[in-house]
């Protein structure tokens, strides 16, 4: 089967969505204008956004270039395994729901900053503030403007650049109307995203069908099954060539909760979604959310195992290159690349739904935390509301200008582009989240004790990641190492996200004890059970959420 490239009918289906989005996108904004020059509804659309646009406005963030081209890349390397990312996050954002959001909401915090400021010291949440400024714009707003460039570019073979371009003007145009033109329209971003996601997972198993013999999406699951066995383990051995990427029970209990409870819990890109909502609709639309991620392997898990399984019987060999050497980020773009006309609009629409979607919530929470933890503070305290939403509006276009400018240069293709987030964005996580859960449940963690978790954090991460290269100890009872692509032996990303953690939690511990100003510590939060009383739907929810997780790692262990 060869590519025939977008034909008219894709590109109707594409303008289509653009239309849709667009205008929807455009009626909000003239519904909302006479309340914008309110910062607050700019930045967190306070009290407009209902449960399922929640839900759906979470969902449209996470899921990005990085989960259909890179995670997609992770199935076809690793199989079914990666999908630990998405299910593990449903557990998460269970926990997020009920210990996180109402410490959030009872303290009226609007911004992760604003937490820091309040529960440690303004020099904490100034170098955190710009920590994060940097790792969104850095990391996660260039690698998802990258990967969705590259598919982008794979589909229709528009210039790169011109791409990226294109992206970047589209998701200022939807973030420039605050947070509720992105919440709402991430609702329609989602409907595309799931639909034409699905529409790729169904043709891809077709296609195994045609490949393999029998007929339908039943026969093409079974052929996965049976002859790509080895894609189908959640729990990787220590002797599986991948183990470093997903090593063993870490990802049930050791650096995958870290990875997902920062990045579900203490994440402005994140809960900024539901920081503007009463606690019951931030619960329900958390929870509409962790129903969603249980499916998100079927859209971009699977059509990666199925081109693992065509390319391994002779097909896109030479499509699945780049330079001479495999790249697996190739594999969902390929895919794209087989579906039938209109179709293929279709995923293609889901792809750039996906891209635009993630990348305007990226960008509009870099600039809540330009706008109200830097500028408003230290460079212009006086502000009006309205000078506050225009700086907001500006630090969007540099965001995106900057994304622009550095994407190419950061070698996202090297290690796929799913792995050089989490890697990355692990040399901070560890901290964070270890002064962010002090400062919720420990009345006596310190402004010090922070400071040292932050910066000690991500100095540990450094130093700890090649130990095994410097000491010679490759093995012992505190880890297992692996070599890198450069073969120098390092330990697993995961393992060592454990271990700073442990680190920093413990600093904390000790510095916090010995200041004897921790005994009445001031800025230390006052916690009741009442916070924590649960509704019976979401307790029915949460129920039906881990016995579907418990039955998955039972049945693929």
Not at 25 to 38: C, D, L, M, P, T
Not at 64 to 84: H, K, N, P, V
Not at 112 to 125: A, D, E, G
Not at 357 to 379: E, P, R, V, W
Request: glycine fraction near 8%; hydrophobic fraction near 50%.
């Amino acid at each position: 089967m060869q590519s025939q490239g977008l034909q008219l009918l894709d590109y109707l289906v594409f303008l289509f969505y653009f239309i849709v989005v667009s205008g929807y996108g455009y009626w909000i904004y003239k519904q909302r204008q006479s309340k914008i020059s309110n910062s607050n509804d700019f930045f967190l659309a306070e009290g407009s956004l209902t449960w399922w646009a929640i839900g759906a406005s979470l969902i449209a963030s996470n899921i990005s270039a990085e989960q259909f081209i890179g995670t997609s890349g992770d199935g076809f390397r690793l199989g079914l395994a990666i999908a630990t990312y998405e299910w593990m996050a449903a557990a998460t954002l269970l926990i997020v729901a009920i210990f996180f959001m109402p410490i959030y909401l009872k303290n009226k915090i609007f911004t992760m900053p604003q937490f820091l400021t309040q529960r440690y010291s303004p020099t904490v949440s100034l170098i955190m503030a710009v920590f994060w400024l940097m790792l969104y714009i850095t990391v996660n707003l260039t690698s998802i403007l990258y990967l969705g460039a590259l598919a982008v570019t794979t589909i229709s073979g528009v210039d790169f650049t011109v791409c990226m371009i294109g992206m970047s003007v589209f998701a200022i145009f939807i973030t420039l109307g605050g947070m509720k033109v992105i919440g709402y329209t991430d609702v329609i971003q989602v409907v595309f995203l799931v639909l034409g996601g699905l529409a790729t997972s169904y043709l891809a198993l077709n296609m195994v069908t045609d490949r393999f013999g029998g007929s339908g999406v039943v026969d093409g699951v079974n052929h996965l099954l049976t002859k790509a066995p080895e894609h189908f383990h959640m729990i990787l051995q220590k002797g599986n060539p991948n183990y470093p990427s997903l090593p063993g029970l870490a990802v049930l209990i050791g650096g995958m909760w870290i990875i997902n409870l920062n990045y579900w819990g203490c994440n402005q890109y994140i809960t900024q979604r539901a920081l503007g909502a009463d606690l019951k609709t931030a619960r329900n639309g958390i929870l509409f959310a962790a129903f969603l991620k249980l499916m998100m392997p079927i859209i971009v898990v699977l059509p990666g195992i199925a081109a693992y399984l065509l390319y391994k019987d002779g097909m896109f060999q030479t499509e699945m290159l780049k330079d001479g050497v495999l790249n697996k980020d190739n594999a969902y773009p390929v895919l794209l690349n087989l579906l039938p006309t209109g179709l293929k609009g279709l995923s293609f629409a889901a792809l750039t739904a996906a891209v635009v979607a993630s990348m305007a919530g990226k960008a509009n929470s870099i600039s809540t935390i330009f706008t109200l933890d830097i500028y408003k503070k230290y460079i212009n305290p006086n502000a009006s509301e309205k000078k506050l939403v225009n700086v907001g509006r500006f630090a969007v276009v540099g965001a995106m200008v900057t994304s622009v400018i550095v994407a190419p240069m950061m070698g996202i293709d090297k290690k796929g582009g799913f792995e050089f987030i989490q890697e990355y964005t692990g040399y901070v996580s560890p901290g964070i989240f270890a002064l962010f859960t002090l400062g919720f449940f420990w009345k006596r963690a310190t402004s010090k004790a922070a400071l040292v978790a932050l910066l000690g954090g991500v100095t540990f991460s450094i130093l700890t990641k090649y130990i095994p290269s410097w000491t010679g100890v490759t093995e012992c009872m505190f880890y297992s190492s692996f070599p890198d692509e450069t073969g120098r032996m390092m330990i697993p990303f995961m393992d060592r996200m454990a271990w700073v953690f442990i680190f920093c939690v413990t600093c904390m511990v000790i510095i916090s004890l010995a200041d004897p100003e921790s005994k009445n510590n001031p800025k230390g939060l006052e916690i009741d059970a009442s916070m924590f009383k649960l509704s019976p739907t979401f307790i029915v929810g949460s129920v039906v959420i881990c016995t579907i997780l418990t039955f998955l790692y039972t049945y693929f262990w």
